[in-house]
């Protein structure tokens, strides 16, 4: 018993220990985004804001264009989100209920692909898309995040589709019910709540992403958050750190509201699979 129970503190103390090391760096953001410029000066500067301030927000929207490069996100967000799983979810239900080699290759490819690091990748997508003439274009930055976010979606869709069980499809067909009808019916209710946590993380993935903006997108206007972010540092590498550390956090805040819905949408169909079976 006194083992168990000190096994069980360890988990406890390297999960307080863990949360401490992910929160420490949003802590500190929120920190520094109300703080004055004298106290960003200090050469001791404290936890909470002595005087907190919303000038660092004025200047982050005065200086760059936030509002806008935050709908470019969006919308390549959004898109890619959408796209990824509409086109992913079909794919997922053949790759789930056909256990052929073909299939079991596919999915262990879809595993490996999460490997390639975005160097490895970005010429090529670079050349396909000069030869669509897509550069700097909104559109061809949602093609990209699609594709990149494929195989992530086929990967949880499949094993959601394979949490709801064939005998609930099978017991429908000896009802009376078409295929289409089957689907529509008893499938994909089961389905909503892995469909949209996938969609969920398809979405934050493209909020976040950094390095295929920068390179793909050239015209101000088009840019996408994550890229204007960069504009709060000079030519010489000195960070203008106020209104940085607050255009930061509003734009953190979006990914903290869905990783949020994320988890219940997860939870939610776990039960819902094991409720139905």
């Known amino acids: 018993m006194r083992a168990g129970k000190g096994a069980r503190a360890g988990q406890y103390i390297a999960l307080l220990g863990y949360l401490v090391f992910l929160g420490f760096p949003f802590l500190w953001l ?15 500067p404290g936890w909470i804001p002595r005087h907190p301030t919303l000038a660092n927000f004025r200047q982050a929207f005065d200086e760059q264009p936030l509002l806008h490069a935050a709908l ?16 992913a979810t079909p794919m997922a239900y053949v790759m789930a209920r056909r256990r052929t080699p073909l299939a079991r290759a596919a999915t262990g490819w879809v595993v490996v692909s999460q490997a390639f690091p975005f ?32 195989p992530f979606a086929l990967w949880m869709l499949v094993g959601h589709v394979r949490a709801v069980p064939a005998e609930l499809e099978e017991a429908a067909a ?23 946590a996938t969609a969920l993380f398809a979405f934050v993935s ?26 709060f540092i000079g030519a010489e590498g000195v ?11 509003l734009a953190t805040l979006p ?9 219940k949408r997860i939870t939610g169909g776990v039960f819902a699979g094991a409720v139905k079976s």
């Open 72 to 87: 470019n996100s969006l919308f390549a967000a959004l898109g890619a989100a959408v796209i990824a799983v509409l086109i």
């Open 30 to 44: 929120i920190s520094t985004a109300f703080k004055p410029a004298r106290e960003l000066a200090a050469l001791h």
């Open 174 to 196: 000896v009802d009376g019910a078409g295929r289409v009808r089957t689907l529509v019916s008893v499938t994909a209710p089961l389905l909503a709540p892995g469909i949209v």
């Open 119 to 150: 160097v490895l990748v970005i010429i090529p997508l670079f050349l396909i898309l000069k030869n669509l003439h897509l550069i700097d274009s909104r559109a061809g930055l949602v093609m990209v995040y699609v594709v990149w976010a494929l």
């Open 206 to 231: 493209a909020w976040n992403e950094f390095f295929f903006a920068l390179v793909l997108l050239k015209t101000p206007r088009k840019q996408t958050l994550p890229v204007v972010l960069t504009h």
């Open 239 to 249: 960070a203008d750190l106020g209104p940085l550390a607050a255009a930061s956090f």
């Open 255 to 263: 990914s903290l509201v869905v990783f949020a819905v994320i988890q």
